[in-house]
């Protein structure tokens, strides 16, 4: 029976489902209120479409640094295998790495890359711009949604990104373990196709599997609210680094760290920034019912066009519909159609 008979797993329907109403009622406002329906891409002026769509993830790490980040490099989609091993030998990469689209987004394209064969494999698979990154060396991971609607940077969501586990019995396939784990099951497909395999192995008792290093939800990571952990110190520390960067007035930060008492500290590295397509992804702990999310994520949409509204006044102009559109128009496209491969 068709997960959208149960609203429960509102969580596990495809994106287009859970935000295509939201988006309508937000472009629908803005174009009634201001005439422009992509008003809200003036929130984040210096980033393209404000990370809405078709934005350059490496636009954005260039202006991060060095510090906040892993060594990462931007590879055109032009470049010759030679070409590539030049760049990752003169920027000391260091294998395991990983490589991702420069435009994209849910995790499509990102991948672990043990070694060159792996990675010329996936320079072959992958005809476009790509980045290459160091892993970043920490095991826990935060989505951290912040926003300066009201004059100064505050923290709105703290999130843990749990990665998919399983723990073998001894007797069950991986696709039996994840079909008989309801954190997982709506997602089976999705996992299987990360993991690159049919799901029939037996897993030895007691043996822990966590093969995914994505906090990704598609890919089976579990999403937890942390927001009671939020506090003055780490909203310095966000602030500090948002200053420093200088890009992001409304955004998640995607961050890996040892541990939440290592972060205070300081000691963490950013895996990506996301703009205002940011999901707002406390709500998709299991505590949160549709209404509630529902209301929480509408919440944050009007604060960003808070920011917005403030910024045009300032002097940022929203994107113009007939640019914003084909901006939009690339971006399903990706979404849509298959990575092109390089022709021998």
């Given at each position: 029976?068709?997960?959208?008979?149960?609203?429960?797993?509102?969580?596990?329907?495809s994106?287009?489902?859970?935000?295509?109403?939201?988006?309508?009622?937000?472009?629908?406002?803005c174009?009634?209120?201001?005439?422009?329906?992509?008003?809200?891409?003036a929130?984040?002026p210096?980033?393209?479409?404000?990370?809405l769509?078709n934005?350059?993830?490496?636009?954005?790490?260039?202006?991060?640094?060095?510090?906040?980040?892993?060594?990462?490099?931007?590879?055109?989609?032009?470049?010759?295998?030679?070409?590539?091993?030049n760049?990752f030998?003169t920027?000391?990469?260091?294998?395991p790495?990983f490589?991702?689209?420069d435009?994209?987004?849910?995790?499509?394209?990102?991948?672990?890359i043990?070694n060159?064969?792996?990675?010329?494999?996936?320079?072959?698979?992958?005809?476009?711009?790509?980045?290459?990154?160091?892993?970043?060396?920490?095991?826990?991971?935060?989505?951290?949604?912040?926003?300066?609607?009201?004059?100064k940077l505050?923290?709105?969501?703290?999130?843990?990104?749990?990665?998919?586990q399983?723990?073998?019995?001894?007797?069950?396939?991986?696709?039996?373990?994840?079909?008989?784990?309801?954190?997982?099951?709506?997602?089976a497909k999705?996992?299987?196709?990360?993991?690159?395999?049919?799901?029939?192995?037996?897993?030895?008792?007691?043996e822990?599997?966590?093969?995914?290093?994505?906090?990704?939800?598609?890919y089976?990571?579990?999403?937890?609210?942390?927001?009671?952990?939020?506090?003055?110190e780490?909203?310095?520390i966000?602030?500090?680094?948002?200053?420093?960067?200088?890009?992001?007035?409304?955004?998640?930060?995607?961050?890996?760290t040892?541990?939440?008492?290592?972060?205070?500290?300081?000691e963490?590295?950013?895996?990506?920034?996301?703009?205002?397509?940011?999901?707002?992804?406390?709500v998709?702990?299991?505590k949160?019912?549709?209404?509630?999310?529902?209301?929480?994520?509408?919440?944050?949409w009007y604060?960003?066009?808070?920011i917005?509204?403030?910024?045009?006044?300032?002097?940022?102009?929203?994107?113009?519909?007939?640019?914003?559109?084909?901006h939009?128009?690339?971006?399903?496209?990706s979404?849509?159609?298959?990575?092109?491969?390089?022709k021998?």
């Open positions: 029976m068709s997960m959208l008979l149960y609203p429960f797993a509102w969580r596990y329907w994106k287009n489902t859970i935000y295509t109403p939201l988006a309508s009622i937000v472009l629908l406002s174009f009634l209120r201001k005439g422009k329906p992509f008003f809200c891409t929130a984040n210096k980033i393209t479409m404000a990370g769509a934005d350059s993830k490496y636009e954005v790490y260039k202006h991060i640094p060095s510090k906040y980040i892993p060594t990462t490099v931007f590879v055109p989609k032009e470049s010759t295998w030679e070409e590539v091993k760049l030998e920027h000391r990469l260091a294998f790495i490589a991702k689209p435009i994209g987004e849910g995790g499509l394209g990102v991948k672990k043990a060159w064969e792996g990675l010329q494999e996936y320079y072959q698979l992958h005809h476009i711009d790509i980045i290459l990154q160091n892993c970043i060396p920490y095991s826990m991971e935060f989505g951290v949604m912040v926003h300066d609607a009201n004059g505050e923290i709105s969501s703290l999130t843990e990104r749990a990665h998919f399983l723990i073998g019995d001894g007797t069950s396939s991986i696709l039996a373990l994840i079909k008989a784990n309801k954190t997982y099951r709506f997602r999705k996992i299987l196709s990360a993991l690159g395999e049919d799901g029939q192995r037996v897993l030895n008792k007691g822990v599997f966590k093969p995914i290093s994505l906090g990704n939800w598609s089976g990571a579990t999403f937890i609210d942390r927001r009671e952990w939020i506090n003055d780490l909203t310095a966000f602030q500090k680094m948002n200053d420093e960067i200088g890009m992001v007035h409304v955004g998640r930060y995607d961050i890996l040892p541990s939440f008492e290592a972060m205070l500290l300081g963490f590295q950013i895996v990506e920034i996301n703009g205002i397509k940011s999901e707002l992804i406390h998709f702990d299991p949160y019912n549709y209404f509630s999310a529902y209301a929480q994520i509408l919440k944050h604060l960003m066009y808070k917005a509204k403030r910024n045009v006044k300032a002097g940022a102009k929203p994107v113009p519909y007939r640019i914003a559109a084909e939009m128009l690339c971006h399903f496209r979404r849509k159609l298959e990575i092109p491969t390089r021998n």
